[in-house]
């Protein structure tokens, strides 16, 4: 029967594979998207228009029910190439991306695709249960219509380790309400209450402690794999515990934004090596891979680790 949610919220270290999808899983969703590319208007000296490049091409593929992490330092575009994916970019912009092998619909990918930002303004009186009914139902597609709005809802709060905490307030500056970090939770919760199979997230763990990353992560990893969501996650540096949660990395070098890594999680240090640029010993391989991609850095390797892209994974994720 797989592992249970309760289990894999208090044991984030099980792996991936022993996971097997709930009674509520959502449709599968896959993400392909090729030479996704941004570039925008600056004034020089004389106050003419000069093009700056933000983004360079991106391609890649996301399967369903991964949990993908988007990575890069500040500059490198990875909320851009976020936003791109997400459909939330206003301004105009390069490259085709595909749902199920499709050209992306835009009317309908509304209806399977949820965007949590940073901030996700609640009222301090709601409930926490009240506050995730409340886009179950808002948002409830009428062709799945059949499953009842308290009984997904009581998955969600499982699934976000907020069973508990059901009950109480959100809370503000007035009310005494949940943590941050459960806060957070309800956030993602929502997003996904919609029966959004893709899910986009934009820094959850940012201004969170190391224990409360960690449990929001291993939240996001359990919806991927038992309610079969593709979640693509902004996030900076992770502990290491907290990335081997996720199943891939998209690592972008800033000024312009270009693709530096884009492969399994599992194998990146193993592909930094291959590159002549070994993790070093008791570092974290994440901070380690930042390092090497950020300007000014002491270990700075952007353009050998663009060039190296270039050759050895650009072929294959084309």
Same mark, same amino acid.
Request: glycine share 8%; net charge negative; proline share 7%.
């Given at each position: 029967?797989?592992?249970?949610?309760?289990?894999?919220?208090?044991?984030?270290?099980?792996?991936?594979? =022993?996971?097997?999808?709930?009674?509520?899983? #959502?449709? !599968? /969703? %896959?993400?392909? &998207?090729?030479?996704?590319?941004?570039?925008?208007?600056?004034?020089?000296?004389? =106050?003419?228009?000069?093009?700056?490049?933000? #983004?360079? !091409? /991106? %391609?890649?593929? &996301?399967?369903?029910?991964?949990?993908?992490?988007?990575?890069?330092?500040?500059?490198?575009?990875?909320?851009?190439?976020?936003?791109?994916?997400?459909?939330?970019?206003?301004a105009e912009y390069g490259g085709e991306v595909w749902v199920n092998g499709r050209p992306r619909p835009q009317r309908r990918f509304r209806r399977i695709a949820a965007y949590v930002g940073q901030e996700d303004l609640m009222p301090a009186h709601w409930k926490v249960r009240e506050a995730v009914r409340f886009n179950a139902v808002l948002k409830q597609p009428a062709a799945r219509s059949v499953r009842k709005p308290?009984?997904?809802v009581g998955v969600l709060l499982e699934t976000f380790g907020l069973t508990e905490v059901g009950d109480s307030m959100i809370g503000g500056e007035e009310v005494r309400g949940i943590s941050g970090g459960q806060r957070r939770r309800v956030s993602l919760a929502r997003g996904v209450a919609a029966q959004a199979s893709l899910l986009f997230?934009?820094?959850?763990?940012?201004?969170?402690?190391?224990?409360?990353?960690?449990?929001?992560?291993?939240?996001?990893?359990?919806?991927?794999?038992?309610?079969?969501?593709?979640?693509?996650v902004v996030i900076h540096q992770p502990r290491a515990e907290v990335a081997e949660m996720f199943d891939k990395l998209v690592l972008l070098a800033s000024h312009p934004g270009r693709c530096v890594y884009c492969g399994p999680m599992k194998g990146a240090q193993a592909y930094w090596q291959e590159r002549g640029f070994p993790v070093p010993v008791n570092v974290n391989p994440t901070d380690y891979f930042m390092d090497t991609v950020t300007p000014g850095t002491r270990c700075d390797q952007s353009d050998a680790l663009v060039s190296a892209f270039e050759r050895c994974q650009k072929p294959f994720v084309d």
């Open positions: 029967s797989g592992l249970d949610t309760a289990y894999l919220m208090t044991h984030p270290g099980v792996t991936s594979e =022993g996971i097997r999808p709930s009674a509520f899983a #959502l449709p !599968p /969703v %896959s993400l392909t &998207f090729r030479a996704l590319t941004f570039s925008m208007d600056t004034k020089d000296a004389q =106050g003419n228009k000069v093009p700056k490049t933000i #983004l360079e !091409p /991106v %391609s890649g593929h &996301f399967a369903p029910g991964e949990l993908i992490a988007l990575m890069g330092p500040s500059g490198s575009g990875k909320t851009t190439l976020l936003d791109m994916l997400a459909l939330k970019k206003t308290d009984d997904w997230c934009d820094e959850p763990t940012s201004g969170l402690s190391a224990t409360d990353a960690e449990v929001c992560i291993a939240a996001l990893r359990t919806i991927c794999k038992r309610l079969c969501v593709t979640c693509v």
